[in-house]
């Protein structure tokens, strides 16, 4: 049974974390689509997976939207009552923007699909289509463009909420723990890769903090990437979720920074 918390469908972040049914942390969508009861469907159901979703109702404010670089996919209706989302699509790839786009209309002879397609589309769904295989050709549009964030030493698998980073390896048995002269660097400074799972709200903290390496975060932008637009922050909910995450980042726990009255720091 799911239990969905009151959303604002028309531009605010939705969703319900306490039961994601996908592994979509800190995915997030934006959805262009002009039909209010469509619209909110969408919404709906990829807010019950796990993702964090915004609405635009035009292609004017989807372009608004866009101009901050941080949408994992987009969903984008054609048929926009000011502009053929279409359009959109070409002036993403024009300026070198990769998001992945899955454009869902009602257009639907051969030409127009393959105009979609070739114009910078990356999946084309005809209108109608059931939410269920709406979220399943989503999932598998990430996963053709599966997310990784890196910085010096720590990699970010968002999808798989899965963190990577290198420690020492232990030295063999038997072998003297003083390295000799004669030995080549490399020997000496053996490494092993070590990979820690992490819950939805840590991958969604780290992700956060991650695409601004050495910037001290803002506590209410954490949140937001945490929580959505849940009502009544807690900021020592993100005191909790920080804690654990500094005890799966190993030998770079230390780079996780608290910055008194201002928010978290990943140094680089």
């Not at 915004?54 to 926009?80: G, V």
């Amino acid at each position: 049974m799911f239990l969905d918390r009151p959303a604002n469908f028309g531009g605010g972040l939705v969703g319900r974390w306490g039961i994601p049914m996908l592994a979509a942390a800190a995915m997030r969508i934006l959805v262009v689509e002009d039909e209010p009861t469509l619209r909110r469907a969408y919404a709906r159901a990829l807010g019950r997976r796990g993702y964090l979703v915004q609405c635009a109702t035009n292609a004017a404010s989807a372009r608004r939207h866009l101009e901050s670089p941080t949408w994992d996919a987009i969903m984008l209706d054609r048929k926009l009552p000011d502009d053929d989302g279409l359009a959109l699509c070409r002036e993403l790839r024009a300026r070198g923007d990769k998001t992945p786009v899955l454009m869902l209309t009602s257009l639907m002879s051969d030409d127009e699909i393959i105009e979609g397609l070739a114009d910078g589309a990356d999946d084309y769904l005809v209108k109608p289509v059931s939410v269920a295989v709406l979220a399943a050709r989503l999932t598998a549009v990430l996963r053709r463009a599966r997310k990784t964030l890196a910085v010096p030493g720590i990699e970010l698998d968002v999808l798989g909420r899965t963190v990577r980073y290198s420690v020492p390896a232990p030295p063999p048995s038997g072998i003297r723990l003083t390295p000799r002269a004669e030995e080549p660097a490399s020997e000496r400074t053996r490494e092993i890769e070590r990979r820690e799972s992490l819950s939805e709200r840590e991958a969604r903290l780290l992700a956060a903090l991650m695409e601004h390496p050495g910037e001290v975060v803002p506590r209410e932008r954490l949140y937001s990437a945490c929580w959505g637009d849940e009502l009544g922050m807690r900021w020592n909910r993100l005191d909790v979720v920080a804690l654990r995450l500094r005890l799966k980042l190993g030998p770079h726990e230390d780079r996780l920074e608290t910055v008194r009255g201002r928010g978290l720091c990943l140094r680089s």
